[in-house]
């Protein structure tokens, strides 16, 4: 018999089922993110104050425009210089790393939840989440998709609208559904 909470289940990125507790973190991160999706363009210090509270750790001189969306927010961290443009999803079930200098295109989702294959597991509401790095000097072009499990390369660039199910290595272009390298770049 396993006596550990949902929430410990789903840090350890086992199974899980959003059960009260999971869903009181949910909730605190909707009530943050919707105060920083309420501040002004002429309160970046209030954004800042917002996002520190939300996040595991946020790096100097990062700008996320508002409207930001986030299941956890505390799975989440951003480095140093790292812009994201408006209407970012971090479905930060499990953890989400984004490093540094990453330049993040508008309506692009960061998304680590993954559901049972099999029916009846996921009828009865299972989940589980796989992590997401995306390396120093990343672009994310507009509308990109990054799915469960996969590490982008730092200096990579990945083409607005592709959808990145594998891992891409550093300094190289991809493009396309599913995304695929079509040249490095160093």
Request: contains cysteine.
């Given at each position: 018999m396993?006596d550990r909470t949902?929430?410990?289940?789903m840090?350890?990125?086992?199974?899980?089922i959003?059960?009260?507790?999971v869903?009181?973190?949910?909730?605190?991160?909707m009530?943050?993110t919707?105060?920083?999706?309420?501040?002004?363009?002429?309160?970046?210090a209030?954004?800042?104050?917002?996002l520190?509270?939300l996040?595991?750790?946020i790096?100097?001189?990062?700008?996320?425009?508002p409207p930001?969306?986030v299941?956890y927010?505390?799975?989440t961290?951003?480095?140093?210089?790292?812009?994201?443009n408006?209407?970012?999803?971090?479905l930060?079930?499990a953890?989400?790393v984004i490093?540094d200098?990453?330049q993040?295109g508008?309506?692009?989702?960061l998304l680590?939840?993954?559901?049972?294959?099999?029916?009846?597991p996921r009828?009865?509401k299972?989940?589980?989440?796989?992590?997401i790095?995306?390396?120093?000097?990343?672009?994310?072009?507009?509308g990109?998709?990054?799915?469960?499990?996969?590490?982008?390369g730092?200096?990579t660039?990945?083409g607005?609208g592709?959808?990145?199910?594998?891992?891409?290595?550093?300094?190289v272009?991809?493009?396309?559904v599913?995304?695929?390298?079509?040249?490095k770049?160093?």
């Amino acid at each position: 018999m396993d006596d550990r909470t949902m929430r410990d289940r789903m840090l350890a990125g086992e199974l899980y089922i959003a059960d009260e507790t999971v869903a009181a973190d949910s909730r605190r991160a909707m009530t943050l993110t919707e105060a920083f999706n309420r501040t002004s363009v002429a309160e970046p210090a209030k954004r800042r104050e917002i996002l520190s509270e939300l996040f595991a750790a946020i790096g100097e001189g990062t700008e996320i425009r508002p409207p930001l969306f986030v299941d956890y927010g505390y799975q989440t961290t951003v480095g140093a210089g790292t812009f994201a443009n408006f209407g970012l999803v971090i479905l930060d079930v499990a953890r989400v790393v984004i490093g540094d200098d990453v330049q993040i295109g508008p309506n692009v989702q960061l998304l680590t939840a993954t559901h049972p294959l099999d029916p009846e597991p996921r009828r009865e509401k299972w989940e589980s989440a796989e992590p997401i790095t995306i390396g120093d000097n990343v672009w994310l072009g507009g509308g990109v998709i990054v799915c469960p499990g996969v590490t982008i390369g730092a200096d990579t660039v990945v083409g607005a609208g592709s959808v990145v199910t594998k891992d891409l290595p550093a300094g190289v272009l991809a493009v396309g559904v599913p995304a695929r390298v079509v040249r490095k770049l160093r």
